[in-house]
């Protein structure tokens, strides 16, 4: 922290991951912090400087506050997927974003305006680098600094990235330049990185189990922070002489990201080192726009190269400006990753876990499917092999009865190749249960009369064939049967000339 005299500092947001250690560092430095949050912590030491904001907005904030920091704000992703089956909770959220950023800074401007006995000298808002139009659409993609603003027929937040919930970043900064004559600067956030919250502690869970990797085609840039240099750049913009902005600037901003420009891909591939995991699975921007919505989903989709070049000039120096040194430093630590909460990459981190998801079910269906085709083709294949032996078999008695060497043994060929074929493939067109009932339908069908007459028929046709086996044997099996023989006696005859 600078070297300046203690002053008494007024953080709104104090329970947000960057506000705990804005508040810590802070404190260690010997000012007095006056925290204001949504309740007051229930072992906060201090409890005569933790305020909600129902208090600040009925009471102001105590007199001789001299400074003043927003850190407030509803992250962008933090609902979740459940947002995208209702339109009515999805409005709600976005209002609710809304009043977390524009409410909150203008409930803390007005508070500050009424200090006694004179208001903040300053007044840091904090808003995101989502101000920025893409870098995507362009080659080579241009880099935005402090003084880029909005281009020629383009809004400087709404293109590509989401008309309302983008607008937030924006209408934060407008909100907090109403506030009298005390000196409203904006410090636009990177992607903090941190080893107890944040990105990291978001999207790390899945690089730990070895199933990160990019996000869409990861060449969309990320504007990262180290949150050491997160705190330094807000004492910076709350203690340092800052110089006013000049010309080439066109509002007192501040950017809160480190010099380097990285993409998606490297951010995950440093992480990954630090992990010793790979990253390899990419998860596609078609289901990051099928779980948050197109407008959500340019967030992780897109972004914007963002240079810190008026913080530079200012004469604050970053501790971490390569991507992986910074990695490094948190893998020297122990620490933790959640898998729940609000969060940029926490967003990220759960569209891996769908894809894993989607992905084993997936397989598991096509393993499912293969195992049916497989089994239809060896059913198939068998199918096919005993229809071939039953034509074979057709085939070669119907040769042999051709090759009978008279009449009569032509006509007793011809029988016999039929009771053979009929014996061979009984009703092969016709599965046996149908052909069953299709037998037990005809005979129903017969009185009794008609039933004696098919039987006297059958009778009759089997025992010409045994007449003519008989004289082809010579007659010496048997002779012709009398009318009178039985079924049973029939086949028994018929046994002895086969």
């Not at 083709?377 to 070669?396: G, I, K, V």
């Not at 009929?422 to 052909?435: E, I, M, W, Y």
Request: hydrophobic content about 40%.
């Amino acid at each position: 922290s600078p070297s300046v005299r203690p002053s008494v500092i007024a953080v709104g947001g104090a329970s947000g991951f960057i506000g705990r250690y804005l508040v810590r560092s802070l404190r260690s430095a010997g000012h007095r912090v006056v925290t204001v949050d949504r309740s007051r912590g229930a072992g906060d030491a201090r409890q005569q400087d933790a305020l909600t904001w129902p208090e600040v907005e009925r009471c102001g904030l105590p007199d001789g506050v001299e400074l003043v920091c927003n850190l407030s704000g509803r992250s962008i992703l933090d609902a979740g997927p459940a947002l995208r089956l209702s339109t009515v909770a999805y409005r709600r959220y976005v209002s609710e974003l809304f009043d977390s950023r524009i409410g909150r800074i203008r409930c803390l401007a007005a508070a500050a305006a009424a200090v006694r006995p004179k208001p903040p000298s300053r007044l840091v808002g904090v808003s995101a680098v989502g101000y920025y139009p893409s870098s995507m659409r362009a080659d080579p993609p241009p880099v935005f600094d402090e003084g880029a603003g909005r281009q020629p027929g383009r809004p400087a937040l709404r293109q590509h990235r989401g008309r309302r919930v983008r607008g937030a970043a924006k209408s934060t900064e407008a909100a907090a330049a109403a506030t009298g004559d005390t000196r409203r600067i904006a410090v636009r956030m990177g992607v903090a990185l941190g080893r107890d919250g944040g990105a990291l502690a978001s999207m790390a869970w899945p690089f730990r189990l070895g199933i990160g990797g990019p996000t869409g085609s990861g060449r969309q840039p990320v504007a990262w922070v180290h949150i050491s240099d997160a705190v330094g750049v807000l004492e910076h913009a709350l203690l340092a002489d800052l110089p006013p902005p000049t010309p080439s600037f066109n509002s007192d901003v501040l950017n809160a990201v480190a010099p380097a420009l990285n993409t998606n891909a490297e951010l995950a591939a440093a992480l990954a080192a630090s992990l010793r995991r790979p990253a390899l699975l990419t998860t596609p921007a078609a289901v990051v726009r099928l779980m948050f919505g197109a407008e959500r989903a340019g967030v992780l989709t897109d972004g914007a190269f963002v240079s810190p070049r008026r913080t530079l000039e200012t004469g604050y120096q970053f501790r971490f400006v390569d991507l992986r040194e910074a990695m490094r430093d948190f893998s020297e630590y122990n620490f933790s990753f959640k898998m729940t909460g609000g969060g940029l990459y926490e967003a990220e981190g759960t569209a891996q876990a769908v894809l894993i998801g989607l992905t084993a079910v997936l397989a598991c269906l096509l393993a499912t499917l293969a195992q049916q085709l497989m089994r239809r083709r060896q059913l198939t294949a068998r199918w096919a092999a005993e229809a071939a032996a039953y034509s074979a078999r057709a085939n070669d008695q119907a040769a042999e009865s051709v090759s009978a060497e008279d009449a009569g043994a032509s006509e007793m060929g011809q029988q016999q190749q039929q009771v053979a074929a009929a014996d061979a493939v009984p009703f092969t067109h016709l599965p046996g249960s149908l052909k069953r009932a299709e037998q037990a339908k005809i005979l129903q069908s017969l009185s009794e009369e008609e039933l004696q007459l098919e039987r006297d028929a059958v009778m009759d046709q089997l025992r010409q064939i045994c007449g003519i086996l008989a004289e082809r044997q010579g007659g010496e099996a048997g002779g012709e049967l009398p009318p009178e023989a039985s079924l049973n006696e029939v086949r028994s005859q018929m046994r002895l000339y086969s």
